[in-house]
Each structure stands twice: as structure tokens, then as C-alpha cells.
């Protein structure tokens, strides 16, 4: 260790030294990092041993410098006390816990408020779908032993009623046209063979059941096709040689399947941006070969029947993206701007809790459609499932494909476009069912390992019929915020936990919410509605607003979902009848701060009150309206208004991760105290220097 440096001139006689330069030579030495016993030794070198001024000045030096560690160490220890208390106190229900600051109330966990008078929008007729792919309602076997031959009919009683039952209201179909249309000298192409029944079944019963059908016109009969660009995969995947024959082959496998009723829709090939169209070419980029093949049976088909609707090409996953859209779709919105009445692709995601939402890319794709002058006002999104990677199959994989958190995915997709655009969009998940078993012979699942199946037939999976959540969720959604209903607005003070809600035409109201995070406390504030309690779908159990009008749930599980229907079930709310009676105490009880847990109720009762006086007095005012905007105006100031008092979240999204900040930032500031009282020690001799 370095010696510290002589601060001292040597003496060979004792100095005249005064007062204050004694003092002023130890303040020195300390100052320079000396301890106390080294400058004695130095000042009784130089002649000073006998005086008595030293032991006068290094006692006052010594004792002043020695309170420093000590004020330190105390300081450290009261800043610990604190920081205990204050731990405790965040932890503590009803105080700081997940970022709330309330007032003498219970901490109401997550708050969502639901305001039934703002309206999103309208959800579509045909919002709710799935992909059959083929005619398996009225037709065809499933192999129920695992030997790969399909020998069992299917059971198309059960399928049918699952289906109708479902709420889906469209559906989709392959037509492999290289299957049924050969070569020939005829000069319009067509030589149709093989059995078109079950597809003409098929699209009747979905006609008697108003199920609307739309049909695939895909792929290319290998005799037709041109692939002298050398860029096809498969000769199917290839354009035309020859597109009158084309045309002509398109139109005619219509009109048979369609039996002349022009009901069914269309669509252009599956996926032509990947490798279902000149796959050796970049997948996403220009092909412009597909401009003319879309051009030319989107003419046929108006020229034929301009009534009939051309839901567009069935674009891939990455046709859409939250900042962008494919070349390809660039292309065809470019060059074909006014042939995008509709928009059709698909948003697969590994997790749809965990990526971007799906309504931000159709925000994208509105705004590109509206650069190109496309319309793009319906967009169907008629293939989705959590997909494409080995988390996507372990996901739904799990508890034999009846996950919690695969449920959720669904949930969590369905409310995220009812959210945003419930007038706009179709959705159909892919697929309907397979017709063998994933979990009994994943080695004959066309598919495995991952599994599309929304149903599965008894004997395959299971021994009785089993349905998986891409049936049960959108059945639910289907059920409960049904085709014709209105979406309203509802927030959530946790990004963890999603809500969807809305009314029906016979004002019957419905919320249901998603906790896609840990288990959470969760209540609710409702505005706009006639009713203030809530009833659990499932458990039918009654949940009761409290003095504040906030209706707590409990805890929600993770990956819990809950459906709500809005009630007057053990209310004493009713919208027409027991408005609640004038409490005496009101006026005295304080003015819903916070310090009286009474107060807010009993404002919120003066409002009914007086206006009721009003109402039977005048006896011709409507005073309906204004109970509930006096009322949404108290709930939004005794629940959500302020901060202090009212359970609203001030830090927002970090909400969930205040208590966990705060005890690090604890914890932080001691150990950098501690480590410079220890630097600070070892310089200045506090650590056993002191004589």
C-alpha cells in the first residue's frame, strides 16, 4: 500500500505553532486521507509530543470525524426501516398494490369499464365461418381403426347439427379442377369427368340452411398449363396456355355446382403470392402471370352474372403485415384496383397473444387500399389458427388439444377484430374436421404434427364426439356477441386482460372477458346500460355491483375466460321500478373523496332521487336519458376520473410492474450506500484506524 506523503515540513526544535495552523494541519491530513493516529506520530516527531493543544484538537478532530460512519450507518438503517414499511405497504390489499392508490377502499385489481351507449359497429351478418374444404356434411368416410383406409360413413347427422349449432353462417370449398376436366380437341376446352353429387349436395343443404358457400376456382388442368418461364413447381401451379379454354372450364364447373342459382361466391386460387403459383419464384414477389389469370376469370364470371361476387385471390400470411403489404399484393391492388370490392388472406400466427393484432395489420391494409382506390370494404380472413411453428403445435398440442391457452388464442383473436371492425370482416378458421384420428395415428394425420381439427367424430380422437376450441370459442363469441349485434367500447386498465362487449337488438348485453396474463383481480364499471349486476354464463353465478357501483368478479385464473351476461338478477336497480330511496345522511356523509366509504353511493342515489322528484312532478319528462348521464358522469368521476380514491391505474401499462420496481430500486440504493460506505471506510481508516 502506498505511504501517505509527509504533509509536514521537518522540524528539528519544537515550532511556534498557533492555534488555528494546528487545526488548519490536522483538517489537512484528514482531508488528504491520513488517519488520526498517523498525524499524531508526525506531530510528535516534529517536537509536539507535549503539547497539550494536540490531545485538544485530536479529540475534537476525532470525535467530529467519527459521528460521520456513524450518522451514515444510521442514516442506511432508517432508509431500510422505510423501505421495509414501504414494501409492506405495497403488498398490502387496499393500498399501493399493482400500481393503484386507494383511499380506504379495496383494491379493485383489474378495472375494466364497459359503456353500452358507445357504439363500434354492427357485427356482419356472415362474420362468424369455417373452412369444410370439402362436401363432408352430406358425403364421405373416416378411419376409425388406424389402418389408413377410410371404410367408416361419416356420421352426417352429427355433423350437420354441430355445424349449425357452431353460428358459422359461410363456408369455403376446394374444387381441384385438374381433377375433373381433360384434355381434348374441342375448341372450348371442356371435357368434364367425374362425379360432381356431392359438391352439388353439399351446396344445396348449405342454400336450404342459408349458409352461404363460396367455391375455390383453382388449379390448373396439367394439359392447360404454360410453364415455358420454367418458374412452376407443379404444372398445376401454373397459368394458362390458353385462356378462352380456361374460361370456358371455370364457368362450367359453376353452373353445374351451382345448379343456376348464382348464390355462390368465388374465389381465385389459394395462395398464388407462395409457391401454389410459379413457386420457383420468390415468395410475396410480382408474378404478373397471375394479373392476367385474375384478370380474365374475374371478367368471365361478371360477364356471366355481374351480380355474383368475386371475394378476390386468397392471399397468404404475409400478404398484410402491420407496416406493410407484399409485393404482390402491391401488384394486384395496383393493376387491378377496382376489381378489390373485397380483400381475402390469411393471418397465421404461432400466437396470437404473443405477435402483433391481426386488426392492426387490416388497419394497414385499409389504408393501402384506400392509396390504390381499392375499396377492400369486406375482408374475409378465412383461413387462421395459431400455425407454422414447433411453439404453435406444442400450444395446441397440450391437455390433448384442449388447452387454456389455446383457448385463449381464439378468444383473444375474435374479440381483437370485433374491437375494431365487426362490420367489415369474415372469419373462418381452418378447418372443419379431418377424417383421421391426430392423437391416435399422427401417422396417417394429413397435417401432423400440427392439428387444424375444430371437431373431431367419435371413434377418431375420442370415443365420443370431442370438439376443440377453434369450435367451442367461436361457437361462444358466436352465441353471445351474435351476427347482428352492436359492439361496444370497453377499456381494460391491464394489457393482460381483453374485453369484448355488446348488445343486442333486444338491448340483452354481454361481455366477455379474456385474461391472457397471471391470475389477476378484475372488476368492472358499466355505464350506459339499464342493469348494474352480472351474471356468469357458465357457473350462473350473480355477481353484485357494491356501494360504488363496481362489480368485482375475483381472480381470474391465467388463460381464464369469462362469459357475462349483463342482468337485473339480484338488482335493486331495475330500469323502470326500485330507484334507490333517498338516504338521510347524505348530505353530512362527505362528498365522495374517499374518506367516507358511503359518500359516492349516496350521491350516486341523490342523482335518481331528485331527478325521479323531477320527473313526477313535471309529469311529462323523460328523465331516463338523464339519470343515466348523470349517473355514467358520477361513475366516471368516482371511479375513473381522478387518482386518488378511485382504483384507476396512474401508471397505465406499468401498472403490473410497480411492486416489483420499487422493491429493486430498494434494494439497489442499499447495496450502492453500502459499498460506498465500505470505499469510504477503508480510506479514511474507519474500519479499525481509530486509537
Not at 351474471?535 to 369469462?562: A, F, P
Request: aromatic share 12%; proline share 4%; net charge negative.
Amino acid at each position: 500500500m502506498r505511504r501517505p506523503r509527509n504533509i509536514f515540513v521537518k522540524k528539528k526544535s519544537k515550532p511556534d505553532i498557533s492555534d488555528k495552523e494546528l487545526a488548519n494541519w490536522v483538517s489537512d491530513g484528514l482531508r488528504k486521507r491520513h488517519s488520526l493516529s498517523h498525524l499524531r506520530n508526525i506531530l510528535i516527531n516534529h517536537g509536539l509530543e507535549d503539547d497539550n493543544r494536540l490531545i485538544r484538537f485530536s479529540s475534537k478532530v476525532t470525535h467530529r470525524h467519527k459521528g460521520y460512519p456513524i450518522k451514515i450507518i444510521g442514516a442506511i438503517l432508517l432508509f431500510v426501516c422505510v423501505s421495509i414499511f414501504t414494501f409492506f405497504f405495497i403488498l398490502s390489499p387496499g393500498n399501493f398494490m399493482n400500481g393503484y392508490v386507494i383511499l380506504g377502499s379495496e383494491d379493485p385489481g383489474v378495472l375494466i369499464s364497459v359503456d353500452f351507449s358507445s357504439e363500434i359497429g354492427v357485427i356482419r351478418g356472415d362474420f362468424y365461418g369455417v373452412g369444410l374444404q370439402s362436401p363432408i356434411l352430406v358425403s364421405g368416410s373416416i378411419d376409425t381403426n388406424c389402418d389408413g383406409v377410410y371404410e367408416t360413413p361419416r356420421n352426417y347427422t352429427w355433423q350437420q347439427e354441430t355445424f349449425l349449432d357452431s353460428g358459422a353462417k359461410i363456408t369455403y370449398y376446394d374444387t381441384y379442377l385438374e381433377n375433373y376436366y381433360f384434355n381434348t380437341s374441342e375448341d372450348s376446352g371442356i371435357n368434364m369427368q367425374g362425379d360432381l353429387t356431392d359438391i352439388q349436395n353439399q351446396l344445396i343443404w348449405d342454400y336450404e340452411n342459408n349458409i352461404t358457400s363460396i367455391i375455390i376456382m383453382g388449379y390448373m388442368p396439367p394439359w392447360l398449363a404454360d410453364n415455358s418461364s420454367g418458374n412452376c413447381l407443379n404444372l398445376r401451379y401454373c397459368p394458362a396456355s390458353n385462356y378462352t379454354k380456361w374460361n370456358n372450364i371455370v364457368l362450367d364447373f359453376y353452373k353445374r355446382v351451382d345448379r343456376y342459382r348464382n348464390v355462390t361466391k368465388i374465389e381465385i386460387w389459394n395462395e398464388p403470392d407462395i409457391f401454389f403459383f410459379e413457386g420457383k419464384l420468390p415468395s410475396y414477389s410480382a408474378k404478373t402471370d397471375f394479373v392476367i389469370l385474375f384478370n380474365n376469370t374475374f371478367n368471365t364470371f361478371k360477364y356471366y352474372n355481374s351480380n355474383i361476387e368475386i371475394v378476390g385471390w386468397r392471399g397468404a400470411q404475409d400478404a398484410v403485415t402491420t407496416s406493410s403489404i407484399s409485393a404482390f399484393t402491391r401488384m394486384m391492388l395496383s393493376n387491378l384496383s377496382s376489381q378489390h370490392k373485397s380483400f381475402s388472406y390469411h393471418p397465421y400466427y404461432e400466437n396470437y397473444i404473443n405477435y402483433p393484432m391481426v386488426s392492426s395489420e387490416l388497419n394497414y391494409l385499409f389504408t393501402q387500399c384506400a392509396v390504390y382506390d381499392a375499396e377492400c370494404s369486406h375482408v374475409y380472413l378465412d383461413e387462421w389458427q395459431p400455425h407454422g411453428t414447433t411453439a404453435a403445435n406444442i400450444l395446441k398440442n397440450q391437455s390433448l388439444g384442449q388447452s387454456d391457452e389455446y383457448k385463449a388464442n381464439i378468444a383473444y383473436f375474435l374479440q381483437d377484430i370485433l374491437n375494431h371492425y365487426p362490420e367489415k370482416i369474415t372469419e373462418m378458421p381452418y378447418h372443419w374436421d379431418d377424417p383421421v384420428s391426430y392423437f391416435n395415428c399422427p401417422s396417417n394425420y394429413p397435417e401432423y404434427p400440427a392439428i387444424y381439427s375444430s371437431v373431431s367424430e367419435a371413434g377418431l380422437d375420442n370415443p365420443v364426439q370431442t370438439y376443440y376450441p377453434a369450435y367451442t370459442i367461436p361457437k361462444n363469441f358466436a352465441t353471445y356477441h351474435s351476427a347482428g349485434s352492436m359492439v361496444v367500447r370497453s377499456n381494460s386498465s391491464s394489457n393482460s386482460i381483453k374485453v369484448v362487449a355488446s348488445k343486442k337488438q333486444d338491448d340483452v348485453q354481454y361481455i366477455t372477458i379474456i385474461n391472457t396474463g397471471n391470475k389477476t383481480n378484475v372488476s368492472l364499471v358499466l355505464s350506459g346500460n339499464s342493469y348494474s349486476n352480472l351474471k356468469d354464463l357458465e357457473t350462473n353465478e350473480v355477481y353484485l355491483s357494491d356501494n360504488n357501483n363496481i362489480i368485482n368478479i375475483g381472480v381470474l385464473d391465467e388463460y381464464e375466460i369469462k362469459y357475462l351476461i349483463n342482468t337485473a338478477e339480484g338488482s335493486t336497480l331495475l330500469p323502470d321500478t326500485d330507484i334507490p330511496p333517498q338516504d338521510s345522511s347524505s348530505e353530512s356523509s362527505g362528498g365522495g373523496d374517499g374518506s367516507n366509504p358511503h359518500a359516492n353511493a349516496n350521491a350516486t342515489n341523490n342523482i335518481y332521487t331528485n331527478l325521479t322528484n323531477q320527473d313526477n312532478n313535471s309529469g311529462n319528462i323523460d328523465v331516463r336519458p338523464k339519470i343515466e348521464e348523470e349517473v355514467k358522469n358520477q361513475k366516471d368521476e368516482i371511479k375513473i376520473g381522478k387518482n386518488a380514491g378511485t382504483g384507476k391505474a396512474i401508471l397505465g401499462e406499468l401498472e403490473k410492474y410497480v411492486s416489483g420496481i420499487i422493491v429493486l430500486l430498494v434494494i439497489g440504493i442499499t447495496v450502492v450506500l453500502l459499498i460506498i460506505l465500505y470505499v469510504w471506510s477503508r480510506r479514511n481508516g474507519w474500519l479499525g484506524k481509530f486509537n
